[in-house]
C-alpha cells in the first residue's frame, strides 16, 4: 500500500513537473516583412524547437480540409533549432488573403550525426477560433491608409491608447523609431511595445519598422534584424502597396560616432554613406519611376538640426532625394509636432514630425496624401497636412 502510494505521489509530483516545462509559444506571432508575394512570421518559445508555419488560402474550407503547405526557417538547408522563430512564406499570390498557424517541436536534445530527441508540440489554435489571417500587399491598390506611431520609448500604456485612434481599415502599421529607449533583452523589448501591438493587428496586421538612433544602444541592439527582418537584411529598405513606393531610412545615431556616450562602438558615418549609394540604386530603379507616389520614412527629421547625425545625413542624402519626386518625409524623434515645408531646410520633399503623444493616420489616393494626427484622447491634436501627389502636378 506504502508503495502504491508514493508511486502516486511520484507520478503527481511528475506530472506537475511536466506541465511547468512545457513548450509553450511566448511572445507573437507577429508579422513583419510582408510583401506582394511573401510574408515573414515572427514569433518566440520558452524551450528550443523546429519550428513551421502552415499555409492556406481564405477560401471558406477549413484548415483541416487537406494537408496545407509547410515553410520552414532553414536558410542553409537545415531547419533551425532556436527560441526565436522567423519563417518567411513566400510564392504567393499578390492581395490575397492567407489563413496561417505556427507549429513549435521543442527539441530535447541532439546528438551525434543529427541524433534528435524531440518533445511536444506549441501551437496557434484553429480547431475552435478562427485561423489567424494576413493579406499580401497590392499594388493595384486605388486608395491606402496606415498609421505612425514613434518615440513610445517603452510606454505600452500610451501605445495602447494611440492605437485605439487607428482607423480600422488601415493596411498597416509604421512604427518610426525610438520605441525602447535602448535595447536590452527580449522580454524588454516584447513587454515594451510589442506584446501591445501583438495584441492590437491580431498577429494579423503587418507592420515595418524604421530604427531610431535608440534602437542603436543596448547590448541587445545587434539583434534589431532577427526581429525585425527585411527584405534587405538591413533596417534600411522598401515596399510597395497600392500606387506608393515607401523607403524606409534608417539615420543612425545623432552624435558624431566618437562621441563618448557609443564607448569606441559607432560607425555610422560609413553606415550611411553605404546607405546613400543603396538609396541611388532605388531612386533609378524602375518600380521607383513607375510609383505614382513616394514617402520617405526615417526616424530623425532630415530638415531638423545641427546635430552631427542630421549634418551628415543631410550631406549623403539630400543630394540623392532631391530631384527624385519625393512627395513627403514622415518622421519622429522630437517629441513634438514638427513642419517643414518643401524647400526650407535642404530638401525638396516636406517633412512632417510626429510628436509622441499622437497617431499619425495617413490615407493615399491618386490626387494626394492627407495626414491627420490624432492624441491618445480621440480628439485631433493639430492641424492636418494634405499634399498634392506630384505626379498629380504634371
Known amino acids: 500500500m506504502k508503495k502504491f502510494a508514493c508511486f502516486i505521489g511520484l507520478l503527481c509530483f511528475s506530472l506537475i ?54 515553410f520552414f526557417d532553414s536558410p542553409l538547408g537545415k531547419k533551425q533549432i532556436t527560441k526565436l522563430h522567423r519563417i518567411t512564406a513566400d510564392n504567393l499570390s499578390p492581395a490575397t488573403t492567407y489563413n496561417f498557424r505556427v507549429f513549435s517541436r521543442e527539441v530535447l536534445k541532439r546528438g551525434d550525426n543529427n541524433q534528435t530527441l524531440y518533445g511536444n508540440v506549441a ?18 491598390k486605388k486608395e491606402i491608409k496606415f498609421s505612425v506611431v514613434n518615440d513610445i520609448h517603452a510606454d505600452y500604456k500610451k501605445l495602447e491608447s494611440l492605437l485605439k485612434q487607428a482607423p480600422k481599415d488601415a493596411d498597416f502599421l509604421v512604427l518610426n523609431g525610438d520605441m525602447v529607449s535602448q535595447m536590452e533583452s527580449e522580454d524588454q523589448i516584447m513587454k515594451g511595445f510589442l506584446d501591445t501591438l501583438v495584441q492590437y493587428t491580431k498577429s494579423s496586421m503587418p507592420l515595418f519598422y524604421a530604427r531610431g538612433n535608440h534602437e542603436s544602444r543596448g547590448n541587445f541592439s545587434e539583434e534589431f534584424i532577427a526581429y525585425f527582418p527585411t527584405p534587405t537584411g538591413k533596417p534600411y529598405y522598401t515596399f510597395r502597396q497600392g500606387k506608393v513606393f515607401f523607403i524606409v531610412l534608417d539615420g543612425g545615431e545623432d552624435k558624431p560616432d566618437s562621441d563618448i556616450e557609443y564607448f569606441d562602438t559607432a560607425n555610422f558615418d560609413k553606415y550611411r554613406s553605404d546607405q546613400a549609394k543603396w538609396l541611388q540604386s532605388v531612386i533609378e530603379s524602375d518600380e521607383y519611376k513607375g510609383a505614382s507616389a513616394r514617402i520617405v520614412i526615417t526616424h530623425i527629421p532630415p530638415a531638423w538640426g545641427s546635430w552631427h547625425g542630421s549634418v551628415d545625413f543631410k550631406k549623403k542624402f539630400a543630394p540623392v532625394l532631391n530631384g527624385a519626386n519625393v512627395d513627403v518625409i514622415l518622421s519622429g524623434h522630437l517629441h513634438k509636432h514638427e513642419f517643414y515645408p518643401a524647400s526650407s531646410s535642404g530638401f525638396e520633399a516636406p517633412n512632417v514630425v510626429n510628436s509622441n503623444s499622437d497617431i499619425m493616420n495617413v490615407c493615399v489616393d491618386s490626387e494626394e496624401i492627407k495626414i491627420d494626427f490624432v492624441g491618445a484622447d480621440g480628439k485631433p491634436s493639430h492641424p492636418g497636412k494634405t ?4 505626379s498629380a502636378k504634371e
Open 17 to 70: 513537473l511536466f506541465s511547468q516545462d512545457q513548450i509553450k509559444i511566448t511572445h507573437g506571432p507577429y508579422l513583419h516583412n510582408v510583401g506582394e508575394t511573401s510574408a515573414t512570421i515572427v514569433w518566440t518559445t520558452n524551450k528550443p524547437a523546429v519550428s513551421w508555419v502552415e499555409i492556406a488560402p481564405d477560401d471558406g474550407t477549413h484548415f483541416y480540409a487537406k494537408e496545407r503547405e509547410k
Open 387 to 390: 499634399f498634392r501627389l506630384n
Open 123 to 140: 501551437s496557434s489554435a484553429v480547431y475552435k477560433v478562427e485561423p489567424l489571417k494576413f493579406k499580401t500587399l497590392d499594388t493595384s
